[in-house]
């Protein structure tokens, strides 16, 4: 059984979504239902009570062959299509996500929002300043994510504004996932070429490239001090 299912990221998108749901006719809204086929080979649906069925752990769901180049990581497991693949690949990491091992991360998870509170409390509570949800949520869920992962991490939520180079990157990444979907073999040749070239056809990348450049960096110096 092939599904293709998708997480909306942008207001816009969302909104076409919900719009397509409930199409307006004139004066009267007309329901259409919770599924819509928003292409050829894709259908969206807005329905809570069908997450469990549809993400079930019984039901052998393959990816799209296509979507695998979407982050220029085919043998990746979450770019996996084929479920028998895909399988034993993500069993490797089901010790990552049981309830003994995020019980025990916990702690650390509730003292970096507890940071994350205390700065909101003096830079933006009361002071009129503008404060970019999207920003600060990818800080504090980056932040989570690497310290889990790997035992360290960047201080992401300490970025000036929350504007952190990483979140950046994974904002500019996203413009090219829709290319890449269609055309993979841009990304091949965007692999061979010179970074500052690369940055040229595509300013969105620099971020990406730059991201790359200070963790590579960041990681010789906790390196080199570990040893």
């Known amino acids: 059984t092939n599904c293709t299912t998708s997480m909306v990221s942008h207001e816009s998108m969302g909104e076409s979504l919900r719009k397509q749901h409930w199409q307006a006719d004139m004066a009267t809204t007309i329901i259409v239902g919770p599924i819509i086929r928003i292409s050829p080979n894709e259908i969206h649906i807005r329905d809570a009570s069908f997450f469990e069925e549809m993400f079930s752990n019984s039901l052998p769901w393959n990816k799209p062959e296509h979507l695998q180049y979407r982050f220029d990581n085919a043998l990746g497991t979450f770019s996996t299509p084929k479920h028998e693949a895909h399988k034993p690949r993500r069993a490797a990491l089901n010790p990552f996500f049981s309830k003994r091992a995020i019980t025990n991360a916990t702690p650390m998870m509730q003292d970096k929002l507890y940071k994350l509170c205390d700065r909101l409390r003096r830079e933006y509570q ?22 889990y992962c790997f035992n360290d991490g960047y201080g992401f939520i300490n970025a000036p504004d929350f504007r952190s180079v990483f979140i950046q990157a994974m904002f500019d990444l996203l413009d090219m996932v829709h290319v890449l979907v269609q055309f993979p073999w841009v990304g091949v040749i965007l692999n061979r070429l010179p970074q500052k070239v690369v940055e040229a056809v595509n300013p969105g990348l620099k971020s990406i490239n730059h991201y790359n450049r200070v963790s590579l960096i960041f990681n010789y110096t906790t390196t080199q001090c570990h040893c």
Do not use: E, F, Q, Y
């Open 126 to 147: 009361g002071t009129g300043k503008v404060l970019r949800l999207d920003w600060m949520w990818g800080c504090i869920a980056s932040d989570i994510i690497v310290h």
